[in-house]
């Protein structure tokens, strides 16, 4: 099964319990065979949670989730040694990151410390305890929300930390026919009860997939159009702080990934376009200015692609 027909499997069987969300779902196939991350910033009730249980039933692997709250220890994240009475010694217990998908919910209601935690668990794909590396699992996907309402008492991730993070996925209310479609939905049972029924992926097919995107061209123009899309985001009237060079990366291997699930193993400039949103408005902070006139990220990202010649 190519990397197309993979994706299309996915959503398919990802829409039997959520309604609509196709950005979000399309970033959550990617991030899995890309090894990132998302942060997902949307109000409550809109099947964030639900989303993450799901793909961990696709995947044939483990869930956790991780409620962060002011009060919680990076030992609660990762793990740590328990001393055993009854055999005077130390056992390690891992913690709940040791999953195939973490669900981090409400990732900025903790302390820095432990945010940090996290994001080295992400990047480094391993967690050391008392001196020992502990692998996680493979596939690794963790899926982070934030709340963009109720910020007090809420401790913001730095822009470093917001950089690990390969897309930033916004998910808003529903239209109104989709909200129908949910109320029918929980009409006919819970969507919960439908998960034992999704259709695993065959073992392998992930891996494929990934392969088919790492075969995947990308011709010296698009290249340097990403470089350009980059370097403007540190000049635009509308940002105080730009693109870093691992957003540059981020978007490029994107961009492949988008090829490879169109069934194509060239990159194109409309591949590069399309994500730019997700790649990075999260890694770009507005000028007062900017939010003053009502701009927001994804509006300062467009305005920079308008002025940009488009490589043939």
Known sequence: MNAKDTAARFSTELHRVIVG???TIRLAFMALALGGHILIEGVPGTAKTLLAR???RLVGGSFKRIQFTPDLMPSDIVGTSIFELA???FRMRLGPVFANV???DEVNRA????QAALLEAMEERQVTLEG???ALPDPFLVLATQNPVEYEGTYPLPEAELDRFLFKAVVRYPETTEERAILRLHDKGRPLDELARLQEMENGVLGSARDEIEKVTVEDSVVDYIVRIVEETRRSADLLLGASPRAGVHLLRASKAAAAMDGRDFVTPDDV?????PTLRHRVILKAEAEIEGVDA???LRRILARLDVPR
């Not at 302390?111 to 432990?114: L, R």
């Not at 376009?273 to 949103?277: D, E, L, M, S």
């Open 102 to 104: 973490v669900l981090a």
């Open 298 to 300: 994804d509006a300062a």
């Open 132 to 134: 020992e590396p502990h």
């Open 21 to 23: 969300q196709e950005e």
């Open 111 to 114: 302390p820095a410390k432990t």
């Open 87 to 89: 055999t005077s010694s």
């Open 54 to 56: 799901s793909v961990a």
């Open 273 to 277: 376009k399309a994500f730019v949103p």
